[in-house]
């Protein structure tokens, strides 16, 4: 009998012990930091997995041993403590550089082209590529395609749209020569290796186009640093 009654008092000490510690270390606030891709609440869903991670000392060890977050553009979540009931979610966003349609899915990748995520709708910051053909691919691998000069033109022209952030609805490549287009306006940039020097200059066009919703063509296929873009409005 008493040995019953050491080990109920023992479960109620535990308990109360739990109890104040799961109240006193409650999460009460959670700010959001660094992401362009998701919304707060994407991002904190994707933390607070199950109901006793809302406690300070439990998103410790699980974030320690099981690490927490699981989004396809994700990087990381540094998670930080201020005091004892509030956190804060720094996310480290991976970059999307484009992405192509396929069986009805728009599979994107990263400035590398690795395979990043195949999601049934489209994001509508990331251009899509068309015009040059993939071969198979998987998950966190990255593309194979028929002809790799191409591929490499593809992979400069979405890296220099992404690094400038340009507003870019779809890049096509026909034949070797690259046309992107932005809102209203198609772009044509001619049969490159490199397009350094008219994605910098563009990139403040399109700015203007875009507020403006101006609507047209440009030809860029022979343009010099410091020439003069012009826009050949419908």
């Not at 040995?3 to 959670?30: G, Q």
């Not at 994001?123 to 194979?144: L, M, S, Y």
């Not at 350094?196 to 030809?219: F, H, M, P, R, Y």
Request: charged letters at 25%.
């Amino acid at each position: 009998m008493k040995r019953l009654k050491r080990i109920l008092l023992t479960a109620i000490f535990l308990f109360l012990v739990v109890c104040v510690l799961y109240l006193t270390f409650h999460i009460d606030k959670v700010e959001v930091e660094g992401t362009k891709i998701y919304t707060e609440e994407e991002i904190k869903a994707s933390v607070f997995t199950w109901k006793f991670l809302d406690n300070g000392l439990i998103l410790r060890l699980y974030d320690k041993y099981f690490k927490t977050g699981g989004l396809p553009f994700v990087e990381d979540i540094d998670i930080y403590y201020e005091g004892r009931n509030t956190v804060i979610l720094h996310v480290y966003d991976k970059t999307i550089s484009g992405c192509i349609k396929y069986m009805g899915q728009y599979v994107y990748f990263d400035k590398e082209g690795r395979v990043l995520e195949s999601l049934p709708r489209r994001r509508n910051e990331v251009p899509v590529v068309t015009g040059i053909q993939f071969g198979d691919f998987a998950i966190g691998e990255k593309f194979k395609v028929e002809d790799e000069t191409l591929f490499n033109v593809i992979m400069n022209v979405s890296q220099l749209i992404s690094h400038y952030g340009m507003s870019v609805k779809r890049i096509h490549i026909n034949n070797g020569d690259v046309t992107i287009y932005s809102g209203n306006v198609q772009v044509h940039l001619g049969e490159k290796k490199l397009y350094n020097d008219q994605i910098a200059a563009l990139s403040e066009v399109l700015v203007t186009t875009g507020k403006k919703k101006l609507s047209g063509t440009i030809d860029m296929e022979n343009y010099k640093t410091g020439d003069k873009i012009v826009l050949k409005q419908n």
